[in-house]
């Protein structure tokens, strides 16, 4: 079942990989639980019609896809702010409700569960839970097993923290960071800071930084002898073109482009869109990428300066009242409406 489910946005490769996670359920890391939140309520589910579980720990899973979409939130505006804790604070109640019906003991007996009542308060006061994740530290188990090799043995752990906080700090400074000296908060020279951009080594054994990232809206286009099809003219028309040359001659098609999340975005994946679109008043939110086009250098007669930069078309969802009877989920159907969104 869980094999059988769409990756898309999800850090778990072509296809989740099931057996694995069955098999070492004891020892999964955090990105593997993320992606068991967020698909747990779906690919379990027949699992209930089939009299394999109970609805009521089901309903244990639901609330955790829940509460880790709100929890691993990447960015939240200032505007945000408030209703991101309330609905962080709801989720986490939801929660907590699901777990008391299913298994009470647990509630008493796990102490995370006591830990996870303090979140809201842990994000308004540092910063978004998906940033005090402690699991980056994991990849660290080197570092920290050297520092305790290179001691005297008689204070160990004293010894290890001190070579782990002499290293943040040195990680802090020669990254940018502001210290206060005098009364005046300083930071890195120029040159310290072009040396540790320039030195992949260096700016790796602090982890600093890792591969750099692609800019939003940045496209990933095939070989001009190999070009990819392009739509049909039809939906061409329906976003407002006006010429009647071939496709081929006017556009070329991408195969991803990439999102302001930084995700690679390719055809036939969901976005949610916060930009106006460039022909209409307004759209849903939430939209299915239809083709990544960018204009060739024929000049475009057509009004509309749309066509002349690299442009998505897609095609609207529209959410329903009601939620799914089952899954009790929002359900989102497509509208037959054409948008188009400039990336350049």
Not at 160 to 183: C, D, E, P, Y
Not at 251 to 257: E, L, Q, S, T, Y
Request: glycine letters at 6%.
């Amino acid at each position: 079942m869980f094999e059988s489910l769409s990756t898309s946005g999800l850090p778990a490769g072509k296809k989740i990989n099931a057996p694995y996670l069955l098999r070492f359920h004891g020892s999964l890391v955090g990105r593997e639980f993320r992606v068991l939140m967020q698909t747990g309520a779906i690919g379990l589910r027949p699992l209930v019609g089939r009299g394999e579980m109970s609805e009521e720990l089901w309903e244990v899973w639901r609330a955790l896809g829940d509460l880790g979409a709100v929890a691993f939130a990447s960015s939240v505006s200032a505007e945000q702010e408030k209703a991101y804790l309330k609905r962080l604070d709801a989720v986490i109640q939801h929660a907590y409700l699901a777990m008391a019906k299913f298994r009470p003991s647990q509630l008493i007996n796990g102490s995370k569960w006591h830990q996870l009542a303090h979140a809201p308060d842990d994000a308004q006061d540092f910063s978004l839970l998906s940033l005090l994740s402690t699991e980056k530290f994991e990849k660290f188990n080197a570092v920290f097993r050297g520092a305790a090799i290179h001691t005297n043995k008689l204070a160990g752990s004293r010894d290890v923290a001190t070579t782990l906080n002499r290293q943040g700090v040195m990680s802090h400074l020669i990254s940018g960071g502001f210290f206060k000296s005098k009364g005046e908060y300083r930071q890195a020279g120029a040159g310290v800071l072009k040396f540790m951009k320039s030195s992949s080594l260096f700016s790796k054994m602090y982890g600093i930084e890792g591969a750099p990232k692609a800019k939003p809206g940045t496209c990933s286009y095939p070989a001009e002898k190999d070009p990819l099809p392009l739509p049909a003219s039809a939906i061409f028309v329906a976003v407002g073109l006006q010429d009647h040359r071939p496709l081929s001659q006017l556009f070329r098609r991408a195969h991803n482009f990439t999102a302001s999340s930084n995700d690679k975005v390719t055809d036939g994946e969901f976005v949610h869109v916060k930009a106006k679109c460039t022909h209409r008043a307004s759209s849903p939110c939430l939209h299915q990428v239809i083709a990544i086009i960018k204009p060739t250098s024929t000049p475009l007669p057509s009004p509309s300066t749309i066509f002349r930069e690299t442009f998505l078309i897609t095609k609207a969802f529209k959410r329903e009242k009601a939620l799914h009877p089952d899954y009790k989920m929002a359900v989102y159907e497509p509208t037959s409406k054409y948008f188009t969104f400039a990336l350049s």
